[in-house]
Nanobody, 126 residues
Framework: QVQLVESGGGLVQAGGSLRLSCAAS???????????MGWFRQAPGKEREFVAA????????YYKDSVKGRFTISRDNAKNTVYLQMNYLKPEDTAVYYC????????????????WGQGTQVTVSS
């Protein structure tokens, strides 16, 4: 099995910043030769939506249009960790944020991802 543990969520005012981290571990995870990682989010009563994704080498990234220029996804493969730096946060960014893993190539469709974390709450006040 693969375990993905998100951290870094919290309560911030509009215009503030947070950095989310997701650390991967487990025997099944070690069987992936290369893998893409992504971030998704879900607000109460709404569908889960794509936020950002990154390829194995970090050379390819994708972002939801509404977060471009504000969020940056990165990874440190030596630490099996993906990050999401979130700047200029808005109340509409409030959601539970989930990280996920799939084999290469990187995609933005959630049902193509194999493993998911438990989520971390991000709340942006106005």
């Amino acid at each position: 099995q693969v375990q993905l543990v998100e951290s870094g969520g919290g309560l911030v005012q509009a215009g503030g910043s947070l950095r989310l981290s997701c650390a991967a571990s487990g025997r099944t995870f070690s069987t992936f030769s290369t893998y893409a990682m992504g971030w998704f989010r879900q607000a109460p009563g709404k569908e889960r939506e794509f936020v950002a994704a990154i390829s194995w080498r970090g050379s390819t990234t994708y972002y939801k249009d509404s977060v471009k220029g504000r969020f940056t996804i990165s990874r440190d493969n030596a630490k099996n960790t993906v990050y999401l730096q979130m700047n200029y946060l808005k109340p509409e960014d409030t959601a539970v944020y989930y990280c996920a893993v799939k084999r290469e190539p990187v995609r933005t469709t959630e049902n193509l991802y194999d493993y998911w974390g438990q989520g971390t709450q991000v709340t942006v006040s106005s």
